[in-house]
């Protein structure tokens, strides 16, 4: 028997008032282990609670490990990291067959399973390995599951894939296929601390152990913030405003800006949009509304097109960026209506 339409809806309105009433411990427990960093935090967040996956882009140590290892520890969730090296292989990361004596003077082939089996798996300095090995990952981030001798695996639910690289400028790094980066809800930038932040990180990492992590929530309520997401309403003009934005970023089309088809020779996808309008929903419950807005968009348009969205040899020549293109996207784009 299912269970009363009343009881469902107490059960959503509890969930709310659980995640509204964390909303300030969620910033004391990680700032335990990790200083400043709160827009980069609040990213990570929505994408946690929408149930997307995240890029985060930064030079090594800025504590990007750190981070998502103690927001793993907050949601008390089964954490794996794979660092990943050049010579790394796609079994080491889905796993792989072995013989097995089954004791009976028979063998068998039994799967072992890989780290990717795991509620949050951070791909640590993903563009380091070659794309067969990038690739190996996809299935798991779509399908949520992994084929191994035809026989499919589901992975642990929730399941997030929390990536880490370095800028594409370093030496020995391999820039993730447009297919792959499409799977990633956010490309989150993380830069260098104030200088005040930097010396509390010294103060902290040269003195004793920090704080442990008290967890906050279970595997069940992540899931059940996932369904509580989509279930925020969104007007059909904000709607329309994340297509706008997402379609305008496209050279060859009429209505694409001229700046567009100057600098830009891909641009965003329809995920873009859809991405856009589940992190904005997830943005609005965080913060206590029911409700989305343009600005909620606004807000995430750089994290959300910045890597779907690759600029020509023109632009480089002429010393514009990916983020100069998203900034003239949203002055050149209006909401419906306005």
Known sequence: MSQPETDL???????????????????????KAVVGQHDVTELLLYSLFAGGHCLITG????????????????????????QFTPDL????ITGTEILEDSGDGRRRMQFVKGPVFANVLLADEINRTPPKTQAALLEAMQEHQVTAAGVRYPLEEPFFVLATQNPIEQ????PLPEAQLDRFMFNVIIDYLPENDEVEVVRRTTGGKPKPIEPLFTGEDVLRFHEIVRKVPVAEDVVRYAVRLAAASRPGQAETPDFVKQWVSWGAGLRAAQFMVLGAKARALFQGRAHVSNDDIKALAHATLRHRILVNYRAEAEGVTVESVINRLLEAVKPPGK
């Open 9 to 31: 809806y107490e059960s959503e309105r509890q969930a709310v008032e659980q995640l509204r009433a964390a909303r300030g411990r969620i910033g004391e427990e990680l700032s």
């Open 59 to 82: 030079a090594p140590g800025l504590a990007k490990t750190l981070l998502v290892r103690s927001l793993a520890q907050m949601f008390h969730l089964k954490f794996q990291r794979i």
């Open 89 to 92: 292989m796609p079994a080491d």
């Open 171 to 174: 030496e020995g790094t391999y």
